[in-house]
Each structure stands twice: as structure tokens, then as C-alpha cells.
């Protein structure tokens, strides 16, 4: 079956740019997705990159797939303290299947 | 901006008893979903519903768990007779369409917990 990995937690200093890296299996994995989760809310989705792709920016966030090592990667440019959040890599597989898929989260701590 | 809502934020229940979580989706979404996470683990999908019937469901989602849409705007999850074990946070979602490009919008959650 599918799965999602990531490490558990990530400290960085205001300012600086945070990674956030994740690994999957499901080699037929359509697009895949970066949600946030801060304290008590629910799920937001932050990007997404159809899994054609390579690259996909958006203001300071920029995401890396490669679909060969399947491996994707967060980066958050210039972090801020209100980035403190739990990232969830997360994945649809091929087929419109409706479920998502999500790994277990990096818990990032911005310092300031 | 339309938001999915859930209520309770929090509900306290003794293991055997039944409990209901209710969702309210964004009004013109048509795909209805729950979610559940167990203290320090993985989201897990647990069921889809569209057009008044389940699409998918996981192993979870066994002879205890429902889902109901009992008018136009509520969602519900009920839990039959409920286990020491299925204290987590629940997650309502709903989506626009289905499809690759599938997303969905997620509630803040209700934490249930199992005495």
C-alpha cells in the first residue's frame, strides 16, 4: 500500500530557509501535496505539485519532486515565527482516487 | 472565505457509548470525507461519501462507524459503541469535485476522547 515518511521535527532561525523533505512508495502517485497544521486548526493545503513536474514555486515557497528517488521537498524562504506549524506531506495516487494519503508530519520550530 | 466547521471541538464519551461528530462541508461542495488521527501518528483516511453513499472506505471504517448526511448541510460520523482505542482527533473534509486534482478542505477537527 501506500506510504508517506518524513522526519519528526525541524528547528531553524528566523530568517533563514527551512527544508522540509519527505519520501513515498507509491510510484503512481498523481500529485502530491504540502498541508500545514497549526495549533488546534484544522488542515490547510499549502501547495501542490502534479507529479509531471519537477518544480513548483509559489511566493516563498518552493517545492521539489523527484519522482525517480520519489522524494519531495518544502522549502520556506526568509522563515518566519508564524511558520511554527506541523507540515504533512501528503499524496493522491493515479485514478481519481478520492483519499489522500498523508505522512506523519515535521514539526517545525522557528526561533526567533 | 467559506470554511468547513465541526462541532464538538471536544467530546469526553465512556467506552461502550455511542457518539455522533457533526460536520458542516462548504455549501457547494459535493464530496465529503473523514479523517483520523491518533495522538502522535499518521492522518488516516477512514471514508469518502458522495450522493448520499460511501465511494470509499478503509479498513478502519468497520460495522461501528456510519455516515449520515441527514439534510443539506450537516455531515456525521457516529461511532456505535466506542473502544478505548478510537480516542483520536476526527477531521471532516469536503471537496468541490473528485478527480486527480482533488482538494480538500479540512476542518479543524473534534477531539474525541475515550474513557
Known amino acids: 500500500g501506500e506510504d508517506v515518511e518524513q522526519s519528526l521535527f525541524l528547528s531553524v532561525r528566523e530568517g533563514d530557509s527551512s527544508v522540509i523533505n519527505c519520501t513515498y512508495t507509491d510510484s503512481s502517485s498523481t500529485y502530491l501535496y504540502w498541508y500545514k497544521q497549526e495549533p488546534g486548526a484544522g488542515l490547510q493545503l499549502l501547495t501542490y505539485i502534479f507529479s509531471n513536474m519537477d518544480m513548483k514555486q509559489d511566493q516563498r515557497l518552493t517545492v521539489l519532486l523527484n519522482k525517480k528517488d520519489k522524494h519531495l521537498s518544502l522549502r520556506i524562504a526568509d522563515t518566519q515565527t508564524g511558520d511554527s506549524a506541523i507540515y504533512f506531506c501528503a499524496e493522491t495516487p493515479t485514478g481519481g482516487y478520492q483519499k489522500v494519503t498523508f505522512g506523519t508530519g515535521t514539526k517545525l520550530q522557528v526561533i526567533p | 472565505e467559506p470554511e468547513v466547521t465541526q462541532t464538538p471541538s471536544h467530546q469526553v464519551t465512556q467506552m461502550g457509548q455511542e457518539v455522533i461528530l457533526r460536520c458542516v462541508p462548504i455549501?457547494?461542495?459535493?464530496?465529503f470525507y473523514w479523517y483520523r488521527q491518533i495522538l502522535g501518528q499518521k492522518v488516516e483516511f477512514l471514508v469518502s461519501f458522495y450522493n448520499n453513499e460511501i465511494s470509499e472506505k478503509s479498513e478502519i471504517f468497520d460495522d461501528q462507524f456510519s455516515v449520515e448526511r441527514p439534510d443539506g448541510s450537516n455531515f456525521t460520523l457516529k461511532i456505535r459503541s466506542t473502544k478505548l482505542e478510537d480516542s483520536a482527533m476526527y477531521f471532516c473534509?469536503?471537496?468541490?469535485?473528485?478527480?486527480?486534482?482533488?482538494?480538500?478542505?479540512f476542518g479543524p477537527g473534534t477531539r474525541l476522547t475515550v474513557l
Open positions: 455549501s457547494n461542495h459535493l464530496y
Open positions: 473534509a469536503s471537496s468541490e469535485r473528485q478527480g486527480d486534482y482533488n482538494e480538500q478542505f
